[in-house]
């Protein structure tokens, strides 16, 4: 209505609105008399539009609208000043059936209908916002009919901004009105409406994607009716039968995943997940998750009978048509994306309904044959950024603790016992009562190889190093076995917590292991193999960084204890998800640090469980497994070995552990600052402080070695994110590591150079991990 | 009523005790470790930082022994004895209650509170002392603070332990056995190898001079319940009269104890009778709306 606050003829409808403008502090009998002056002239000009044969002129319906004005006035005078006694305005406008009149006129008024609607809705609306008691306007005919009347009017109706505004907000006021009083839903099914129609609701669907406030205002007012459908069924049947909001919103979310960009241009090596800053530079991917976390609060608040529907079509509309063939695809960088969405996707989602219907999507549908989770765990070998990705979205799956996908990557392939010899069958539920198995796991810290005593400057070095490590004490996690015991004990309870719903205990006797599938061994093997065959074949792609697997590089001197290919001869076996896992641990010595952070915090996540299949597989140090059964304790031995064979060839090894150490250290303290400071740049908040004591340790601990630092790398080590098809491209932000190196070691750069350094790294990292699986171990027997 | 001054109850080893410590100074520090009992698994500290993984190294590292030659020595005693102590709590022995020194994971406060025999009536503090190197540094030791008549509690209060576990076998033996042992000392009297070989000539020559004298050590234990804590170990073990002014409330909240409600928490659609994944039958609404 711009058009008409601007022209001319209102600025003189305003002079003259001025001279009958009611004073402040007025007499309630002179406001009705006014009152009912101001009807009167309304009325009027409505008779004559009504009897006439001409139509409404311009100047009539400025008239009205200003009448109309000038009766709100007195209207919103009188209900404020709260007098039950005196509500002589609205008495008349109900006895008069003004609202009715109001209706049936701006029906007529052709060209200016618009005006008179947008009044309309200002009247309800004020009249709701201020009558002392709004639910018993709800029971006056003269309010609700005339107000039903006009909602059922605008149905399939495209207005203009203003009256949308109006009419969103009035549909939210009726929407809570209703909340608090919930008897009165009934009167709004009703015959003028049409039988079972709700048309609150049919009228909020259209705004149900709309951005910006409106479109705000228009879900809040959704959510209160679905909340509402679930004690009144006959909302509910109309909602979920009649309406088409759950089809609307799947579809959207449809449309809104294909506008999401395809590529990302990942700049960091370490980037394996979207962080919130991520999120916040790409707009459609901002929209995107509003998106879906509305379709996770309507299947939250919903009548059964909405919430299935809306899952069905979450299933049928969005996730198989367009999530599967987008995780199913060949194109690399394109997969990376799609993956790292349906990780954001479930770190996004909470309600139990949607995530089965996420998680059923994953492990039971079969696409051409085969199974997304079968594609995904395929996509665990490697050293590409898919790598990365895949572990991340594993992470967030088993952070789930949900059973089914538990029972899927791992339980399903133990329950049945054949991986332990029978023997030791009845030992699988036994508690390292005295801490033997972490003694073992740290006993497989890396030897570091004596200086040899050449020359005069060699003790000096030393007391450096062992007093720099000393300092390293108090800033970090690194020596503080303490901080991982309590991280641990904490990850432990959580995970167990977690699994309180769980239907089998996973001890070796429920389920009992006869009832174990029989597994088509054969099946894994082809996944297992088909594995290794697509991280081959995808060298042949044209992924520029995509390394040669380990395998494939006989020459490599850090291969030197490989049994020679994979070998899936024997039955027994772990399964296709364990299996990769222990052999991407086997590459730990060739790959990123990164790699190995993301590797070491997933392996670490399934150790916190305390179901005993799972841990005396990769915490029990004495049981004893069949021979083509790798367990955890085998390969940490075997990188042990070789950590120290190589490590011994070099000279200046105790430098460079110390090195890597204050890189990690630097790291951790990035990330831990990137938490604390989310606004920040890290750099400025780097102190070290000499009494942070466990506090401290335990942030760290939270974020770096637990692989959880996907949630903390907030402005730290963030990749810039552009939509590669658009060619943009962003400043790039400074790595960390190097600003971070207090006492001026640039280890990450020169270590992308060096295999040393990157054998090195791992050697650092591997204690580190060892202390923390150690304390695993530790807080597990202590149960 | 028994009183432990609860203010290190976050240490790590002395967390789920079976009886419910009472604290008057510090009401509001007690909510805590109330709230936590009935809790199926040990309960966590409520914040990270506790226990005090640098205290611990401090208190323990000066030990010599087989294990705590390594940095993670102390770490390994104590996570030795956590199970132990979890033993001992799940037994729930009757009329014992134990709790770990805050000071130090190797000794721990214990009383008895004797429910027949002849020292029936009998309130009976006494320390369990647990070697350095445990689990292999023998049995632990058991010694009474109060003087008793007993053939196998010395003059000086030292249990005879050896006369039940003669070696302590670590894959047979546990600390929850100990305390049960004693207990039983006390309602059948084992004259046998005697430390105290006055104590067991009596019981078997002049039985109702025997008797006479563990009357005495009872009123003996009832006179001197009240005492002075000798230690400033905060978790020592020690009473005071009933108040019910102070009490009252307290009391009221472990009786009105509801057994913790398990919430159920967690994910999962697997039939009980099955194990594949998602095998829950899809309920009915599900079904009609598709």
Known sequence: ?783 | MPRSPPKRLAHSLAMDSSFSPIEEEEPEAVAEPLKRQGSVRKVLPATPGVPDPAKLVERTNSLPGIRSTSQYGPYFTEYSLLPEYNMLQGCAIPGVYCVPAANTPLMWFGVIFVRQGPYVGGVFRFNIVIPENFPDGGCPKVEFQSKLFHPQISPEGDFNIGRGFSEWNKNMHHIWQVVDYVRKSFLKIDPGQPVNEEAAKMYKMNHEKFMAEAKKCVSLSIQRIYDLSPTDDPHYISFEPFDSKTHESLREKIYSQESSSEDSRGLSWVASNSIKPFSVPISGVIQNSS
């Not at chain 1, 079509?313 to 063939?325: C, E, K, R, T």
């Not at chain 1, 340790?697 to 939509?723: P, W, Y």
């Open chain 1, 1 to 783: 209505m711009n058009w008409l606050r601007n022209s001319p003829i209102r600025v003189s409808l305003r002079g003259r609105g001025t001279t009958s403008s009611p004073p402040k502090e007025c007499d309630p009998a002179a406001c009705f008399d006014s009152f009912k002056h101001h009807w009167q002239q309304a009325q009027n000009i409505i008779n004559k539009i009504q009897g006439g044969t001409e139509g409404a002129t311009q100047d009539d319906i400025l008239s009205v609208v200003n009448n109309l004005d000038q009766m709100q006035t007195l209207l919103v005078l009188e209900l404020k000043r709260g007098g039950r006694e005196e509500r002589a305005c609205l008495d008349f406008l109900l006895s008069q059936s003004i609202l009715d009149q109001l209706l049936t006129s701006s029906s007529l008024t052709g060209l200016y209908s618009n005006i008179l609607r947008l009044e309309q809705l200002k009247v309800y609306e004020m009249l709701l916002t201020h009558a002392p008691q709004q639910q018993l306007l709800l029971t006056q005919e003269p309010f609700l009919r005339p107000l039903l009347r006009l909602l059922t009017s605008c149905i399939n109706e495209c207005f203009p901004a203003d009256i949308e505004k109006r009419l969103i907000l009035l549909l939210n006021q009726l929407c809570v009105c209703l909340t608090h009083n919930p008897e009165y839903l009934d009167l709004f099914f009703t015959e003028s409406t049409g039988p079972g129609r709700f048309v609150i609701f049919s009228l909020l669907v259209p705004y149900v994607h709309r951005e910006g406030g409106v479109g705000h205002q228009a879900r809040d007012a959704m959510l209160l009716c679905l909340g509402l459908s679930k004690k009144n069924e006959a909302l509910a049947s109309y909602i979920a039968d009649k309406s088409n909001v759950c089809p609307v919103l799947a579809t959207g979310l449809s449309g809104l995943y294909s506008r999401l960009p395809r590529k990302l241009l990942i700049e960091s090596e370490e980037w394996h997940c979207f962080t919130p800053d991520d999120v916040i530079e790409l707009p459609e991917l901002t929209h995107f998750l509003a998106s879906l976390e509305f379709c996770n609060a309507v299947v939250q608040v919903a009548h059964p009978l909405v919430q299935a529907q809306m899952l069905e079509f979450v299933h049928h509309g969005f996730l198989v048509p367009v999530v599967g063939p987008a995780l199913l695809q060949n194109m690399v960088d394109e997969l990376v994306t799609s993956t790292a969405y349906l990780e954001l996707f479930f770190r996004s989602i909470s309600e139990p309904g949607l995530l089965k219907v996420f998680l059923r999507f994953i492990v039971v549908d079969h696409y051409d044959g085969e199974r997304v989770i079968d594609k995904l765990i395929s996509r665990l070998s490697g050293k590409t950024q898919l790598c990365m990705v895949t572990i991340s979205l594993f992470n967030t799956l088993i952070g789930l603790h949900c059973e089914d996908v538990m029972l899927e990557l791992v339980f399903k392939y133990l329950t049945c016992c054949t991986h332990v010899m029978l023997s030791q069958r009845k030992r699988i539920k036994d508690m390292d009562v005295y801490c033997r198995s972490a003694e073992r796991l740290l006993a497989l810290s890396v030897a570091v190889p004596r200086r040899r005593k050449t020359n005069s400057s060699s003790s000096s070095a030393g007391s450096l190093s062992s007093q720099s490590s000393q300092s390293l004490r108090h800033v970090s996690l690194h020596g503080d076995f303490g901080a991982y015991l309590v991280t641990a004990r904490a990850s432990i309870a959580a995970t167990w917590l977690a699994c309180g719903a769980w239907t089998h205990a996973y001890d070796g006797e429920s389920p009992p292991p006869r009832t174990a599938l029989v597994l088509p061994t054969d099946s894994n093997r082809n996944l297992a193999q088909k594995a290794t065959e697509e991280s081959l074949a995808s060298v042949s792609s044209g992924y520029h960084s995509l390394q040669p697997d380990s395998e494939v590089r006989e020459d490599s001197p850090l291969v030197t204890n490989r049994s020679s290919a994979p070998s899936f001869h024997s039955t027994p076996d772990i399964g296709p998800f364990l299996d990769l896992l222990l052999r991407q641990l086997e590459n730990m010595m060739t790959n990123s640090v990164y790699l190995n952070l993301q590797l070491t915090g997933l392996i670490s996540r399934l150790a916190a469980f305390s179901q005993p299949l799972l841990l005396s597989l990769l915490l029990n140090h004495s049981l004893v497994f069949q021979p083509s059964v790798r367990s955890l304790f085998q390969v940490l031995g075997s990188l042990k070995q070789r950590l120290d064979a190589y490590l011994s060839r070099h000279d200046n090894v105790e430098e460079l552990l110390l090195e890597a150490r204050l890189f990690l250290v630097c790291r951790e303290e990035s990330l831990a600052n990137a938490k604390r400071h989310p606004h920040e740049p890290a750099a400025s908040t780097y102190a070290p402080s000499t009494n942070g004591g466990s506090r401290r340790g335990t942030s760290i601990a939270d974020s770096s070695f637990k692989g959880e630092a996907k949630r903390l790398s907030i402005s730290s080590a963030l990749s810039v994110l552009k939509r590669a098809t658009q060619g943009a491209f962003s400043p790039v932000r400074e790595q960390p590591a190097i600003e971070y190196s207090a006492n001026g070691f640039r280890l990450a750069k020169r270590a992308e150079n060096s295999e040393l350094k990157n054998v090195v790294l791992c050697a650092v990292l591997f204690d580190e991990w060892l202390k923390e699986l150690a304390a695993l171990a530790l807080e597990h027997g202590s149960e």
